[in-house]
Structures are given as structure tokens and as C-alpha cells.
């Protein structure tokens, strides 16, 4: 049975011929069974009884929770939007010194978690911090209880804080928008007569709009899903409440009935966000990548452009960076390096390397299956997957933690009862659990990052790879692998770097005697022991720089 | 020769699987404050102690796991969540006349389900100019203290057992009062941990932080470093009082898994927790009151001056703390100046 000698010789990529269910498509619909499992789970657990408990969610937690998330929301997006725009038009339209460091420097704040953003300034700005101290200097005054500023355990220090984190995710997409767009505008735009600050809003700004959408929809999303920043600086947001609802009050449905009320709006942002990128993706494969001519700046013009650059990156990375080598370096000195510490790093990378590797072959298998065969089936596929992403880390935790365990408690009862052995917990045990956890969470990364890059592959060199006789995977070896390398890459890098980052499921799904970097850190800023954190932040934060490093080097060779 | 070479091995041989003994802890207590007693443990007897810290989802963990899970001792830093495991069916009773004679009556299970390892009383942080030598909890809403209270999230489990506690002997309508008299005090947002309560003290945010005992000790034994040392030099700690009962105290406690593996190494461990020897290490170590009459206190807690514990049944508080929570919602307890 050779596929290729019956295939009629297609026009166009043709569905009809193949079979029903590719190795991929199978691949794709099981990726998308393993994230809908936990979400079904928590929606299972949403329905069960709880009596007056929904009144009380409805009238006392919805109305504030949803004001004050949509606040940080609306602050965050504002500010992430106007920073990543900004930033990446200044690397893209001018040329200064400076300006090939500030390029990748600028996506360093990705490696910074937002819990540890939020206690470095809520230390560094404390009254008795140094910032404080040296405005009081200034002013005369010796005691914070003569003059203080403003507390930033505030709305508005919540969204400085996501703002200036989360802004790379706007600059990736914006700036890949504008590398690939921006030479033709340009020269249109010249010729039309506009001028080169007109260019930016007249015609870069509209035009990089669905690309902006991407980025936000992503900070947008990652803003919703913490729970450590919000608590540290005092924002009661519908995860938050969530957390109340199910750790305080041991109400896991009603925990489960926000959780489903916020998913339902998680998806008007994923609607959003394919909407936009259906856009993108007709406007870069209708027109030829060529990087634009940038504009020589000299003098103080430079040196003002490279500040404005460097501003963003001093806020959300340098800042921070600084604080937790200070506290780290006095810690050591006072403490010493404990053993500990170096088992947790040695276990954060493997998980997460693991896990990074299974995201990246479901992702691809997802992308590939619904290029194969574009269909409503492969589509759905692919929009399940993205769920995860939606769905706060502690939900999900619990979402897989139950069917998980059950499957577990099965097996291991099975073989006792016919085998005389126990299995133990075998997911749950050893560590698997995690490895779960961070695919579901994360496949919407992966998988929209590879759908994009392979989007970019015209659909002709799939057709003359199988006239050639290739099959459907050795076309995904020989032609799609080399072409999207860039995007499997960038994936796999954002990817490593949040499976590294996340904290809530880690806590609730690891086995015994396992201590991530995150959780270590967690341990130690529960018990409000900040100053010992300090080290598993700044590893945190030191093994992020590598793959954001590497991340800006693929971003610039596409 | 032979004889005394075969009887060395069978010792041997019995001793070693004890060598490889295990225990393992599911625990919402920070590790860093219990290893060492941990490891103490382990040096004495030679079992190994297996932890997992789960501060959230401890139950839904066990209740999942079921009949296969590994946990041994099921440890928390709230009575209201070790109730919840008992409530929940995840735990055994046991038999032990240790525990029994150690652990005061009231601080236990007569069915041996549950048992307390330590106390933390909720006390009240106080700026040291400011002129304040007794207080009642009822007093930390009066008008005197308007924008001068520093206190954490009102959905801590610390500062719902206070809140549950204040219902049982005020009812309902009363402690909804009370606690919006409570959020108008606040100098700024309830939340962070009780340090930041002292922390912004000395920051002149505040006069008075409600916050647990210990962290005083923590603070100001130096051990986490010259700056908290120094937030702790501009507080004292007073010991307050309901109007009618004594300082509010929330036990620590542990009881053996429903499901445990290594049972009697659970209950040896217990036990070990209580012993005179173990519980001079959680004073000293933790600056948190013993269950062990035995055990003095460090003095560093003994410098708070007596300390009275509130009388009021364990039982009979249990029940207010969802409805705690529900006011602090109600009320807005944690949305500063709103």
C-alpha cells in the first residue's frame, strides 16, 4: 500500500485522499483529550451542590473581583501595549549605539517571574528602603514618619509592575511585525508623502494592530493567572478569590464556579486573538520580508533614543536583578549556600527540559495535523489545546490532580489484586504529574507559535515533496523542520523559560521530598523569609536570561 | 564464635530494614521551620522522614490519592484545616499513652484522631512610643486607632480563626461591627505577612499590627538577618485579651493518615514531636508555646509576659470560620480605602 502511487496528483493539499486519521491527527486529538480532561474535571466540579454558596460568590466576590481585575487588566494591557509598541519601533525605524543591545535586552524582563518583580519593589520601595531613604535625604527629613511616598501595595503599583514585566510578549510579536512589514511601507508611505513620525501612527501603528492583539492577549493572560504578585501587593482579583474561596473555605465547587465564569471570558480574549491573527497571517505571506532602512540618529538625539530604550528594561529587569544579587550576595555571606538549593535547580531544569520536549512534539503534531487536514475536527483540536493556558495554574492543578490520582488508586489496586504488588502512586510519585501539568498549561504556546511559523511555508512545497514521494512525515522532517526552526525554537525557549517560572501546580502536584526553584522561593516567602528566597529568585532569574538571549538571536535571524 | 557471628547477624538482619525505615509527612508547615527537628528525629531513631510541603490543596491531595497514597502523618498550621482532615475521614484513630500523658485534653482528640504540637498566639504588635501596656481585641476597632492598624489578608487562615473566635463569644451581628471598625483603622491595605506588620511599624505606616507571637521571636533573635533585627527593635509585644476570655491561640497539630503506610513509624514520630527534648527545639526554634508542660519557654517568649489562652472550645468555633471569611468579603476587608 503506497500512499503516493494512488494519490492523483494534487492542486491543492487535498483532504479527501488521505486516511481518516494520520499518526499526527491522532497525536493532535490525544494532546488535546490530555488538556480537556482537567478542564472537564473542574466543570464536573462546578456543577456539584453548594447550596446559598453561589449567591454569596455572585453578590460579594464577583462584582469587586471583576472590577479590580478588570482595572489591572485594562492598566496592564495600556501599559504593556505602549511600552512593547514603543520599543520595538525605536529598534526597528532608528539606528543609534546602543541600539544592538537594547534589542535583545529588552525581552529580558520574560525571565523575571511577576511574584518576584512584585517583592523586589515592594521591598526596594518600602519606607525604609533605600529609594525612600534617599528622598528623604534629599529633602531633610530623618524618619519615614516625616515624609513617606505613596504605598505601591496599590492598583496602581500592581500595574506598573505586570506592565513592565509582561511588556516582551508585545515587543516579540510587534517587532517581528515590523521586520517583516516595514520596509514596503515604508517606501509606499515615502511616496505618499508622509512623514517618517507620521509613519508610526499613521501606518506601522494600524498595521501592527492584530500583531499588538497577540502579544496582549498573552499578557493579558498571564496577568489573570497569577495569584503571588496580586496577593504580595494587595489586589483582590478573581484568582485570588478563586484561591479564598477554595483554600479558606474549602468550597471546591465554588472555587470551580468562578474558575469556569473566568474561563468563559479567558475565551473571548483567545477569540480575540485568533481573530487578529487570521489578519496577520494574510498580511505577512502577502507580502515579502525585507528589513527596513532605519533612520541614523546622532548626538543627543541617540543618546535620547537609547535611554527611552534602556527605560523599560532598567524597570522591569535591571531593577529587580540588582536587588536580588544585593540580597542574595548579603545572604550567602550570612547564611551560606545550602545544598538544598542546588537540588532544586538540578530539578527545575530537568522537569521543565522534560516537559518542554513533550509540549514541543504535541505542539507540532497539532500545527502539522490541522495543516495535513484542515478541517473543523483538526481545528478544534488546536483550540482545545490553547485552553490550558486559559485556566488559572491552581485550577488546573486540581483539575488534573483528581483524575490523575484516580487513575492511579485504579492501577494500583489492579495490581495488587491480580499481581500481589503495589505500584504506588505512578503518575502522582514520580513526578509525571508535573510534567501533565506544564504541557496542558503550556501547549498554547508551543502550538500557536509552530501554526504561525508553518503558516509561513507555502503550501506548494508540501505538495512537490510528495509528488517527490515523500510521505507526510518525512515532508515534516525534510522540508517543515528546517523552515519553522526559528519558531520551534522560539517556542521551545518561551516555553522552557514558564515551565521554569511556574509555581502553583508545581506546589500541589510534586512527590515527596521534590523542591523546585519555585517552590523553595514560595516556602520561604510564605513564612515571610524574603531575604533567603533571594537566591532561588536570582537562579530563577539567571537561568531565564540564556533562552531569552538565545530567543532574541532567533527573532532576529527571521 | 559461630553462635555469637549467627546471633550478630540476625540483629543484623533485623536492625537493617529498621535502618530503612521511612516516614512520610504531608505537611502545610513551611519546611524550613520544622527540619530540624526533622532531622533530629531521624538521627535518634534512624528513620527516614519524607516531606512534602503543601500549604493549599492538602486535602484534595489526600482525598485523591486515596487508599494508595504515601502519606503517613498529615501535619498543618491551622486547626481549622486539620479539622478538615478529620471531618474528611483522612485520618486514624490512635492509641498511644505517650501522647496521651503529654498532650493536655483539651489540646487532643479523645478518639485520638488529632493532636496539637504547639500554640502561636495572635498578639499585637506595638510602636514602641506608643503608651500602650494592655489591650482587648474588642479595643483594636475603637476610633483611637483610626488609620494607625496594620494587619494582613482578613482571608488568612490566622486572622479567620481570630475572626471565628471573636463570633463565639460575640455572635454574629457584633464581630461584623467589630471588623468594619477593624478595616476603618487600617493604615494601608490588609496584606503581605505579619513581619511587613512590623516592618511597617518601624516605616512609621502604623502604630499597632495584629500578627502571631512568634514572628516577634523569629525577628528578634536575629536569625533572619541585621534588618528584620531591627524592625523588631521598634515594636514591643503585647498580649491581648478578649474582654471576657484570654489571648487567642491556634494550634499547630498533626494526626496519622487514614490510609498510612508506615503507621508506627507515624505514631513514633508523633511522639517524638511532644517529647520534652523535641519541644524545647520548637520553642527555641520557632519561639512558639509548647504543648508540653515540661518544656520551658524560650525566653525570649517568656519576655511577653504571661500569657492567658482563651478557653473557648475548639468545637465550638470551628463552625463560625466560613462565615468569617464571608463577612471579610462582605465588609470589603481587604480593599484598602473603599
Not at chain 1, 332 to 360: D, K, Q
Not at chain 2, 187 to 197: F, H, L, S
Request: proline residues 5%; glycine residues 8%; aromatic residues 8%.
Amino acid at each position: 500500500m503506497h500512499m503516493q502511487t494512488t494519490m492523483p496528483a494534487p492542486t491543492r493539499v487535498s483532504a479527501r485522499a488521505r486516511p481518516a486519521m494520520t499518526p499526527w491527527a491522532a497525536t493532535a486529538f490525544a494532546a488535546a483529550a490530555l488538556v480537556l480532561l482537567p478542564v472537564a474535571t473542574i466543570a464536573w466540579a462546578a456543577l456539584a451542590d453548594t447550596g446559598t454558596l453561589w449567591t454569596h460568590v455572585v453578590a460579594n466576590i464577583l462584582p469587586q473581583a471583576a472590577w479590580n481585575t478588570g482595572l489591572l487588566l485594562l492598566g496592564t494591557g495600556v501599559i504593556a501595549t505602549c511600552v512593547g509598541t514603543g520599543a520595538a519601533w525605536l529598534v526597528t525605524a532608528y539606528d543609534f549605539r546602543g541600539r544592538g543591545v537594547l534589542e535583545w535586552a529588552l525581552l529580558l524582563p520574560l525571565a523575571v517571574p511577576t511574584y518576584i518583580m512584585a517583592y523586589a519593589y515592594l521591598d526596594v520601595l518600602s519606607p525604609l528602603g533605600a529609594v525612600q531613604g534617599s528622598v528623604r535625604w534629599v529633602l531633610g527629613y530623618t524618619s519615614p514618619r516625616q515624609f513617606r511616598l505613596p504605598d505601591i501595595r496599590a492598583m496602581w503599583g500592581a500595574v506598573l509592575v505586570f506592565g513592565f514585566v509582561l511588556y516582551p510578549y508585545v515587543y516579540l510579536t510587534t517587532r517581528a511585525m515590523f521586520l517583516t512589514q516595514a520596509a514596503n511601507l515604508v517606501e509606499v508611505s515615502r511616496t505618499l508623502g508622509v512623514s517618517r513620525s507620521g509613519l508610526f501612527w499613521r501606518v506601522a501603528l494600524p498595521l501592527a494592530r492584530p500583531a499588538i492583539a497577540v502579544g496582549v492577549a498573552l499578557v493579558l493572560m498571564e496577568t489573570l493567572n497569577d495569584v503571588g504578585a496580586a496577593q504580595f501587593l494587595g489586589i483582590r482579583t478573581l484568582t485570588a478569590s478563586i484561591y479564598t474561596t477554595w483554600i479558606v473555605r474549602t468550597d471546591l465547587p465554588g472555587a470551580a464556579q468562578i474558575a469556569i465564569a473566568m474561563l468563559a471570558f479567558v475565551i473571548a480574549l483567545i477569540v480575540l486573538e485568533r481573530w487578529a491573527r487570521r489578519r496577520q497571517r494574510f498580511a505577512t505571506s502577502a507580502q515579502r520580508a525585507r528589513p527596513m532602512v532605519p533612520l541614523k540618529l546622532r548626538g543627543a538625539k541617540a543618546v535620547c533614543a537609547f535611554g527611552l530604550g534602556a527605560l523599560p528594561i532598567a524597570i522591569g529587569f535591571a531593577g529587580p536583578a540588582t536587588y536580588l544579587v544585593v540580597s542574595a550576595v548579603r545572604r550567602i555571606e550570612f547564611a551560606g549556600f545550602s545544598p538544598a538549593l542546588w537540588r532544586a535547580t538540578v530539578n527545575t531544569v530537568t522537569v521543565s527540559a522534560l516537559a518542554t520536549a513533550v509540549i514541543l512534539i504535541f505542539g507540532l503534531a497539532i500545527a502539522y495535523a490541522a495543516r495535513l487536514r484542515p478541517g473543523r475536527a483538526t481545528n478544534t483540536a488546536a483550540r482545545i489545546a490553547t485552553l490550558g493556558y486559559a485556566v488559572p495554574g491552581t485550577v488546573l492543578a486540581i483539575g488534573i490532580l483528581i483524575p490523575v490520582a484516580a487513575f492511579d488508586r485504579t492501577l494500583d489496586a489492579f495490581a495488587r489484586e491480580w499481581l500481589g504488588v503495589s505500584t504506588g502512586l505512578l503518575i502522582l510519585g514520580s513526578g509525571t504529574a508535573l510534567i501533565y501539568a506544564y504541557t496542558a498549561r503550556f501547549l498554547a504556546i508551543a502550538s500557536g507559535g509552530i501554526e504561525a511559523g508553518m503558516s509561513r511555508v507555502p503550501t506548494s512545497f508540501d505538495q512537490a515533496a510528495r509528488t517527490l514521494g515523500r510521505s507526510a512525515t518525512g515532508t515534516l522532517v525534510s522540508v517543515h523542520l528546517p523552515l519553522t526552526r526559528p519558531a520551534l525554537t522560539a517556542a521551545g525557549l518561551l516555553v522552557f523559560v514558564d515551565c521554569m517560572k511556574e509555581l502553583p501546580a508545581t506546589l500541589l502536584l510534586r512527590p515527596l521530598n521534590f523542591e523546585s526553584l519555585s517552590t523553595l522561593l514560595y516556602g520561604e516567602a510564605a513564612r515571610g523569609t524574603y531575604e533567603d528566597a533571594a537566591l532561588a529568585a536570582l537562579i530563577i532569574v539567571a537561568i531565564g536570561i540564556l533562552p531569552v538571549v538565545l530567543l532574541a538571536r532567533t527573532g532576529r535571524a527571521r | 564464635m559461630t553462635s555469637a557471628a549467627s546471633v550478630a547477624f540476625v540483629l543484623l538482619g533485623a536492625t537493617l530494614p529498621a535502618m530503612a525505615q521511612e516516614v512520610n509527612i504531608y505537611t502545610t508547615r513551611e519546611p524550613g521551620l520544622i527540619q530540624p527537628i526533622l532531622d533530629a528525629f531521624t538521627e535518634e531513631t534512624g528513620v527516614t522522614v519524607n516531606t512534602v510541603f503543601l500549604q493549599d490543596g492538602l486535602i484534595e491531595r489526600v482525598q485523591a490519592e486515596g487508599e494508595s497514597s504515601p502519606a503517613d502523618l498529615l501535619m498543618t498550621v491551622d486547626f481549622g484545616a486539620l479539622m478538615d482532615l478529620v471531618d474528611a475521614g483522612l485520618t486514624q484513630p490512635v492509641e498511644s499513652d505517650v501522647l496521651e500523658s503529654t498532650v493536655p485534653e483539651a489540646l487532643r482528640d479523645p478518639e485520638g484522631n488529632w493532636f496539637a504540637l504547639s500554640g502561636r498566639a495572635r498578639v499585637v504588635y506595638v510602636a514602641k512610643d506608643v503608651d500602650l501596656d494592655s489591650i482587648t481585641y474588642e479595643d483594636l476597632a475603637d476610633e483611637e486607632w483610626r488609620g494607625r492598624l496594620c494587619i494582613r489578608s482578613g482571608q488568612h487562615p490566622y486572622n479567620t480563626a481570630l475572626f471565628a473566635t471573636y463570633m463565639a463569644h460575640h455572635g454574629e451581628e457584633e464581630t461584623k461591627t467589630w471588623l468594619e471598625g477593624l478595616k476603618a483603622n487600617q493604615a494601608r491595605v490588609a496584606a503581605g505577612g505579619d513581619r511587613d506588620g512590623a516592618r511597617d511599624i518601624a516605616a512609621g505606616v502604623c502604630d499597632i499590627a495584629v500578627a502571631n507571637s512568634y514572628y516577634a521571636g523569629l525577628m528578634a533573635s536575629g536569625r533572619s538577618g541585621d534588618e528584620q533585627k531591627a524592625w523588631s527593635d521598634e515594636i514591643r509585644v503585647v498580649l491581648p485579651t478578649f474582654e471576657d476570655g484570654g489571648t487567642q491561640v491556634n494550634i499547630t497539630g498533626a494526626g496519622v493518615a487514614a490510609h498510612s503506610p508506615n503507621r508506627e513509624q507515624a505514631v513514633q514520630l508523633l511522639e517524638y514531636l511532644v517529647s520534652d527534648e523535641a519541644q524545647a527545639m520548637y520553642a527555641e526554634a520557632n519561639f512558639e508555646h509548647p504543648v508540653n508542660a515540661n518544656a520551658e519557654l524560650a525566653p525570649l517568649v517568656a519576655a511577653w509576659g504571661e500569657m492567658t489562652p482563651d478557653t473557648t472550645p475548639l468545637a465550638e468555633i470551628l463552625p463560625y470560620r466560613t462565615r468569617a471569611s464571608e463577612i471579610v468579603d462582605e465588609i470589603g476587608f481587604d480593599t484598602f480605602g473603599n
